[in-house]
């Protein structure tokens, strides 16, 4: 029965609702069987918000944390991986139970004040995010093809056509480019971890927790940058649209659940892997040979090979990135329609939204490479990371508060155990960016 109610209530709440495109309910799932069998068709909302929590801003952080401080942080990469997944099954509860998504929820039961403010701050995140892909892809283009640095941020334009290209395959295809992208970033790292000859004792230890040498403000700093880079504010809204292309048939919106839960657990924890692998390979090769101080991408590739002993870790990791920052491009992109749609229902032609979107990126990434060089890009990068860290709280906080409510979730409103885990999970967000932003003002 609860199914059955919660059901009507989200039809009727998506009647006067903007989808992504015509893809609402387009993917068919199955009505019966055993969940493995009913399994397959949900896989691939999970991994669109993957691709987020290893953009090329995560590497920076990662490369950065890792050459500084050795395996010591990866403590924070796992925290941060397991509060993403949290927060990602929330977002795809809100979309499946309420036929919402978070934009279109925080417009409908926010004050016009709340809701204008919400706006200007995610899109502000999606403009950070999109930043560090022009940035990553660019890097990437110079270091596998020699295209200068300048041409390489002009030419992430071109993203739009390629995006608008995949756009007219379906949802479906397009998930499945997104995961073969995955796959190429996971092979390449997977070798290089291997090259890298790590030693797995330590990294043992570094997920052990070391709260106290947190004081360092270099430590603190990527700390909050890491966990920035992997828990994306935009993921939330594009997450709990996406998981609406399912169309779920009656009564079958508890195993919908638990199979999105899955593809969200599966999928994150391959990013966990990619980023704690960038981690623990600039730990065994930078930090471990005295390179204490890379956070430059191009510096990372120049030293891979000859670190490891073997040219392939230098293309494998351009090669990456560039797969990297190809498919973080055309989740932005439906992450920034989605925001754009839900919060002020303003319409733009795809192109049109990313051309806007790529134009805000692109114009501060031009503006710091004529003026500081290749090296102020890297530190823009990084600083781009703890944009997204600050603006978190706006996105999360709507997010438990939305799927607590039962005149929103009726039955599938969170319990009392993880409406409390997820404020915890806020507060030590909100503690860091504290923190961060008291030692900054007293620097």
């Given amino acids: 029965m609860a199914d059955l109610a919660v059901g009507s209530a989200t039809v009727n709440a998506g009647r006067d609702l903007i989808g992504l495109d015509g893809c609402r309910h387009t993917v068919p799932t199955q009505s019966a069987g055993r969940w493995w069998q009913r399994l397959p068709a949900f896989l691939g909302p999970g991994y669109l918000v993957a691709v987020g929590y290893m953009d090329p801003g995560n590497w920076a952080t ?112 397009l998930e499945a480019v997104v995961i073969s992208l995955l796959g190429v970033v996971l092979a390449c790292f997977v070798i290089n971890l291997v090259l890298a000859q790590p030693q797995w004792r330590d990294v043992l230890v570094g997920f052990n927790p070391d709260l106290r040498k947190l004081g360092d403000p270099g430590r603190l700093y990527i700390a909050i940058g890491i966990v920035g880079a992997t828990v994306m504010p935009h993921n939330l809204y594009l997450h709990s649209s996406t998981v609406q292309t ?22 994150l924890s391959l990013a966990f892997v990619i980023n704690a692998a960038i981690l623990v390979t600039a730990a065994a090769t930078f930090h471990g040979s005295g390179h204490r ?45 989605i925001v754009m749609e839900g919060f002020v229902r303003l319409r733009l032609a ?26 102020g890009i890297a530190q823009l990068l990084l600083l781009s990371q703890v944009v997204l860290s600050l603006q978190l709280p706006f996105a999360v906080v709507p997010l438990i508060r939305f799927t607590s409510r039962r005149d929103v979730m009726g039955a599938y409103a969170n319990p009392r155990g993880v409406a409390i885990l997820a404020i915890v999970v806020v507060a030590v967000i909100v503690a860091l960016n504290v923190a961060m932003i008291s030692m900054a003002l007293l620097m």
């Fill in 350 to 375: 795809p192109w049109a939204r990313r051309l806007l979107t790529r134009g805000l990126a692109i114009v501060p990434a031009l503006c710091v490479m004529l003026f500081y060089g290749e090296r």
């Fill in 62 to 173: 990662d490369l950065a944390g890792g050459s500084a401080y050795g395996y010591a942080l990866l403590w924070v990469v796992l925290m941060s991986s397991l509060m993403a997944m949290l927060l990602q099954v929330l977002a795809a509860r809100l979309g499946m139970v309420a036929g919402m998504d978070l934009a279109q929820a925080s417009r409908r039961y926010g004050g016009p004040r709340s809701v204008v403010a919400q706006w200007l701050l995610c899109e502000l995140a999606i403009c950070a995010a999109d930043l560090a892909e022009v940035i990553g892809t660019a890097i990437a283009l110079k270091l596998l093809f020699g295209v200068p640095l300048a041409w390489g941020v002009a030419l992430t334009v071109l993203d739009v056509l390629l995006i608008l290209w995949m756009q007219r395959w379906g949802f479906r295809r």
């Fill in 246 to 267: 399912r169309r779920i048939c009656a009564g079958g919106l508890r195993a919908a659940l638990t199979c999105s839960t899955i593809d969200v657990v599966v999928a």
């Fill in 293 to 337: 101080d890379v956070v430059d991408l191009q510096q990372a590739y120049q030293l891979l090979g000859p670190i490891t002993g073997s040219a392939v870790a230098s293309v494998l990791f351009g090669l990456a990135l560039l797969a990297s920052g190809q498919s973080s491009a055309l989740t932005a992109t439906l992450a920034g329609q």
